[in-house]
């Protein structure tokens, strides 16, 4: 059974800095493109991020490209979201998805529940 | 970067109603377009990929199509378990990946 399991959310000051960790088990990690979206309280979702399996090529939204980092360890299994110089705007359920693989038709298939960051003073 | 525009922003059906949900992009994405599920509190669920592909496990009542522009996803007899919100993104970008804004789909 595939399973993605965020952790790391927090209540932040404006300007801090914050890591989400995203622990995946249930399939080949290593294969799979993986994403970050994030969605604030209320509102829609936003794709944050991207990372290919290898980890050489990495993806941004225009709001935190600068900011923020994604990165994996294959060998833990584990997805990483460093996030800097927070604003209150980053106020949101971040979650962390995988790719469903096989071709060029990227699709998130599985998604972790979530962990909540509060970007507030 | 690509805009995903979709419309309505909501509707109020009954069940056994088909329900159509638009989607526009502000350049041609080919068929990079995927629709997805989401119900209050929890994750996003996949519903169609590449546009027009029923992703695995999800019932016949939903389908997708589309290409270029205007996409849309329609549910033949809507069920109670279909009241959700639903969005559609474009992966074609090969920078950035975008979401519509959302429609959220209740009962009347």
């Known amino acids: 059974e595939v399973q993605l399991l965020e952790s790391g959310g927090a209540l932040v000051q404006p300007g801090g800095s914050l890591r989400l960790s995203c622990a995946a088990s249930?399939?080949?990690?290593?294969?799979?493109?993986m994403s970050w979206v994030r969605q604030a309280p209320g509102k829609g979702l936003e794709w944050v991020s991207a990372?290919?399996?290898?980890?050489?090529?990495?993806y941004y939204a225009d709001s935190v490209r600068g900011r923020f980092t994604i990165s994996r360890d294959n060998s833990k299994k584990t997805l990483y979201l460093q996030m800097n110089s927070l604003r209150a705007e980053d106020t949101a359920v971040y979650y962390c998805?995988?790719?469903?693989?096989?071709?060029?038709?990227?699709?998130?298939?599985?998604w972790g529940q979530g962990t909540l960051v509060t970007v507030s003073s | 970067d690509i805009q995903m525009t979709q419309s309505p922003s909501s509707l109020s059906a009954s069940v056994g109603d088909r329900v159509t949900i638009t989607c526009r992009a502000s350049?041609?994405?080919?068929?990079?377009l995927n629709w997805y599920q989401q119900k209050p509190g929890k994750a996003p669920k996949l519903l169609i990929y590449a546009a027009s592909t029923l992703q695995s496990g999800v019932p016949s009542r939903f389908s997708g199509s589309g290409s270029g522009t205007d996409f849309s996803l329609t549910i033949s007899s809507l069920q109670p378990e279909d009241f959700a919100s639903y969005y559609c993104?474009?992966?074609?970008?090969?920078?950035?990946?975008?979401f519509g804004q959302g429609t959220k789909v209740e009962i009347k």
């Open positions: 998805a995988k790719d469903r693989g096989g071709d060029d038709f990227y699709a998130d298939d599985y």
């Open positions: 350049q041609s994405i080919s068929n990079y």
């Open positions: 993104q474009q992966t074609y970008s090969t920078l950035t990946w975008t």
């Open positions: 990372i290919s399996s290898s980890g050489d090529s990495t």
């Open positions: 249930g399939f080949t990690f290593r294969s799979y493109a």
